[in-house]
Structure formats: C-alpha cells, structure tokens
C-alpha cells in the first residue's frame, strides 16, 4: 500500500486538464441575473451598473455547458487508473471549498486551470477505505488571480455491508393523544373519536374537535365496514420492511371518518375505488399490531 501511495503522490501538482481552460462567456448580466434569480438572492451588489457577480458563481464561469469540458490530462487519467487497479473503483464527490480573491465584474474574461492538489493516504470511512483526491481550480479573470476552487472526491473500494437483521416495520408514534386509539387495536377494537360539544366523529385522534373546538369527547368503535375511498399502489422507492408493490389505501369507514391503511388479502392491481373492504388486524411483529382492511366479498382470504 505505501508504495502505491508514493505512486499516488507522485501525480500532486500535475494539471487536471489536457490544456488551460477558457470561459465560455464574458463574466454577463443575463447570466448573474438568472443566477440571483434561482437562488433568491436579491442583493443590490448584484445589479445595477456598478454589479459585481455573486462570489459564489466562480464555477458557473467555467462550466463547458452542454457542449462538454476540455478533456482530462494524461495525469488525471493515470492517477484514477491506478486507483482502480487498485481496487478503489468507487467514487463519490465529499466537499467543495472556495476563496474568492477578487470581485467578478461584466466583461470580466475567464481563464482558468486546474491541477491535482494532493492525494491523501489510505483512509477508512463509513462508504469503504480508498484515497481522498484533491483538485484545485485557480480561476483568473483578465489574467489576475480571481478566485480558487477545490473539489475533494474519495475514490474508495465499498465496505462490505454486513448482511442487516430483517428490517422492521416503523413503530407508531404513540403519545397522550392518541394512546386510546392504540389501546383499541390492542383489544381488536377500531375506535373512533366523537366530540362531547357537537357529536361529530373525527379520525385520525386528536386533542381537539375540527369543527367546534371542544376538547371533550368519548369513543365509538367502529363497525369495521369501510369501502375504497382512494388508494395507490406503492412501487417506489423501496423501504425496508416493506415489500413492493403494495396497495395504500384511503377506507372511508361505514361510520363517516376515512383512515389511510394497507389493503390486504387481495392482489395490489384488484383494488378499486369503491370496493367494500373489512377491517382486519395484521400481526406484524411481536410488538405491532396494525388495523388494515381487506376485501370483503369473500375472495380475499386474509380473514
Ligand atoms: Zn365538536
């Protein structure tokens, strides 16, 4: 290892790019302007016939655009050669950090070069163990110093991932405002609020009536009839613990009030809108227990 990284080392200080760059545009207005404009930037410095460009623009002045980059040097080439002869064939880009050594201004013309700044010795991180590669850009504007841009990547070899316990599903949060609901479940009970002041039923639980404000009310339990009011079907992303495609469902329940729960018992390209449902209770783990409902024509099977 400490001899491929004297061979490593070796390349500090060699240019990035197989010839100085040059800035596509003059330092512009239109160009500061839509900058400032996606960024929510409305500092007057940046407008007006005195405007500078934002610091923070030194790299948009160097980008190629649509129509490529300048090549890479033989050097850059050769140092990521052997990093992935090596087995570091992963990369991912860590920090950027920049100085700004003097303002930009309309008209102001880009030149710019970069070099490979230094290669770090064999470091472990979380993502794998492999080299940090600095390069540094030194921008001029009009030939003086303007600005430098370094750019840190870690070209690495990935960890090997333990194999991880089966994921579980996330635990509901159960706090004082809606621990009755999941003491319901506990005894296969659906229970639903219902206001002291007005009657009326609300769900999911909260501290407080929607439609009156009072902070009185009881429970009813809920039947468990309930038909498709919306759903979707889960494909992506994935998480763990839960196996796609699978059908979310919004059941609006017999007694009014809707709740977003699994359809289950019933393949996930069947459900419908409209499709009378039953609750049921789902054993996930030890610990969790989850309402869901499933078809309730007989056919579903996940009685
Ligand atoms: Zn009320």
């Known amino acids: 290892m400490t001899d491929l990284y004297e061979r490593l080392k070796a390349y500090e ?5 197989a010839s100085p760059g040059v800035g596509k545009d003059l ?38 655009g649509l129509s490529g980059h300048s090549e890479r040097s033989a050097a850059h080439d050769e140092l990521f050669g052997l990093l992935d002869e090596a087995g570091y064939t992963s990369i991912v880009a860590t920090d950027c950090e920049q100085e700004y050594l003097r303002p930009l201004r309309p008209g102001d013309r880009i030149t710019f070069d970069g070099l490979i700044e230094s290669v770090s010795e064999l470091k472990t991180t979380k993502l794998g163990t492999g080299h940090f590669v600095t390069t540094r850009m030194d921008v001029r504007a009009d030939g003086e110093l303007a600005g430098t841009h ?15 316990a089966a994921a579980r599903r996330p635990r509901p949060v159960i706090n004082r405002d809606n621990a009755g609901f999941w003491e319901g479940v506990a005894e296969h009970k659906l ?3 219902r206001c002291g002041g007005c009657g009326a039923l609300r769900f999911p639980w909260l501290p407080g009536c929607g439609a009156c404000g009072s902070a009185e009310w009881d429970t009813v339990e809920a039947s468990g009839a309930g038909t498709v009011y919306s759903y979707v ?17 919004l059941i609006e329940l017999a007694e009014g009030v809707r709740m977003v729960s699994n359809v289950v018992g019933v393949p996930y390209d069947k459900v419908r809108i409209g499709m009378p449902v039953r609750l049921d209770f789902l054993r996930v783990d030890e610990e969790l227990e989850l309402p869901v409902f499933s078809c309730s024509d007989g056919d579903g099977g996940a009685g």
């Open 150 to 164: 370094r750019f840190r990547i870690l070209k690495y070899a990935p960890a090997r991932r333990k194999p991880k």
């Open 27 to 64: 330092v512009n207005e239109p160009m500061i302007r839509h900058w400032c404009e996606a960024m929510g930037d409305t500092n007057p410095a940046y407008s007006g016939p005195d405007a500078i460009a934002p610091p923070t623009m030194l790299q948009a002045w160097t980008m190629g």
């Open 233 to 249: 079907v889960m494909h992506h992303p994935p998480f763990p613990a839960f196996a796609p495609p699978y059908a979310v469902g």
């Open 13 to 17: 200080g060699r240019a990035t790019a």
């Open 191 to 193: 229970l639903i609020q």
